[in-house]
């Protein structure tokens, strides 16, 4: 269950940063990988940010991006709450709508996928 919260926190940090990112280039076909030390990397390997020990997600200047409480609400940095990780590894917005989904790869490996179950990134354990 443990895993689960952290993989969908760190999906929801996936989705930001796939939107901050591809803001700034013309290539729409960026994908994130999530190590299993928890860096966060784009296509090219440039790290964007990291998961820390209590599993907050955090940018490369170390500020507060994320993080999903007890209950699988998916908290911002300023306390709001911006939707709800469930247990079968489904992220959705506060309007219900799927935003992210998880499907195993491998043992060690997940695919990220979004609403229409495009590959976004993988997340290795």
């Not at 960026?30 to 964007?48: E, P, R, V, W």
Request: with cysteine.
């Amino acid at each position: 269950m443990k895993k689960m919260y952290f993989l969908l926190f760190i999906l929801m940090t996936t989705g930001v940063v796939v939107n901050v990112w591809g803001q700034t280039k013309n290539d729409t076909s960026q994908t994130i990988f999530i190590n299993a030390k928890g860096g966060i990397h784009d296509h090219g390997g440039t790290k964007l940010g990291y998961i820390d020990k209590d599993n907050i997600v955090r940018n490369n200047k170390g500020q507060k991006l994320y993080f999903i409480d007890r209950d699988g609400n998916v908290i911002d940095a300023s306390g709001k709450n911006l939707g709800k990780a469930k247990k079968n590894g489904t992220y959705y917005n506060n309007s219900g709508e799927t935003v992210l989904t998880t499907k195993d790869i491998d043992a060690e490996k997940c695919a990220i996928l979004d609403p229409q179950g495009h590959n976004v990134g993988n997340w290795s354990f």
